[in-house]
């Protein structure tokens, strides 16, 4: 069996930040393609659009920001272990086995948005509560 990444080792950087040498992958983790963007500019080698909260978790999130973060974190964490997802999650976590990995997003507020809920669910042992076990390393959109 092969070791999780450590703890911390998921750094997280804006999309709009110049790319350094230390990132090494970096994955945009937003369901959207960053406003303004290229994809030159991004400098992003996997968009994993499909690992970002749902349109419909999204929205009813953005309806009321202020009171609904810790119910939103809740069901974010479920839609993480959905199939599709958790594939996902797999991919991120054998990435970073292999070398550098940093979460990019183009989120103002990171602290309040999705990536940390992603960042905690990466950095779980397989089987711990909230996360079913870790699927076989699955696939993910290059661009």
Same mark, same amino acid.
């Given at each position: 069996?092969?070791?999780?990444?450590?703890?911390?080792?998921?750094?997280?950087?804006?999309?709009?930040?110049?790319?350094?040498?230390?990132?090494?992958?970096?994955?945009? =983790?937003?369901? $959207?393609?960053? %406003? &303004?963007?290229?994809?030159?500019?991004? @400098? *992003?080698?996997?968009?994993?659009?499909?690992?970002?909260?749902?349109?419909?978790?999204?929205?009813?999130?953005?309806?009321?920001?202020?009171?609904?973060?810790?119910?939103?974190?809740?069901?974010?964490?479920?839609?993480?272990?959905?199939?599709?997802?958790?594939?996902?999650?797999?991919? =991120?976590?054998? $990435?970073?086995? %292999? &070398?550098?990995?940093?979460?990019?997003? @183009? *989120?103002?507020?990171?602290?309040?948005?999705?990536?940390?809920?992603?960042?905690?669910?990466?950095?779980?042992?397989?089987?711990?509560?909230?996360?079913?076990?870790?699927?076989?390393?699955?696939?993910?959109?290059?661009?």
């Amino acid at each position: 069996m092969t070791a999780l990444p450590a703890p911390g080792s998921f750094p997280v950087r804006r999309v709009y930040d110049p790319a350094l040498p230390s990132d090494g992958a970096r994955l945009l =983790v937003d369901r $959207l393609w960053p %406003r &303004g963007l290229s994809k030159e500019r991004a @400098a *992003v080698d996997e968009w994993l659009k499909d690992i970002a909260p749902s349109r419909e978790l999204r929205s009813w999130y953005h309806e009321d920001r202020d009171r609904r973060y810790e119910a939103f974190a809740e069901r974010y964490g479920a839609e993480l272990a959905e199939p599709v997802r958790a594939e996902l999650v797999a991919h =991120v976590r054998a $990435l970073a086995r %292999r &070398g550098s990995v940093t979460l990019v997003t @183009a *989120v103002k507020d990171i602290e309040h948005s999705h990536v940390p809920v992603l960042v905690r669910h990466l950095e779980r042992k397989p089987g711990e509560p909230g996360e079913p076990g870790e699927p076989g390393e699955g696939s993910a959109g290059r661009i």
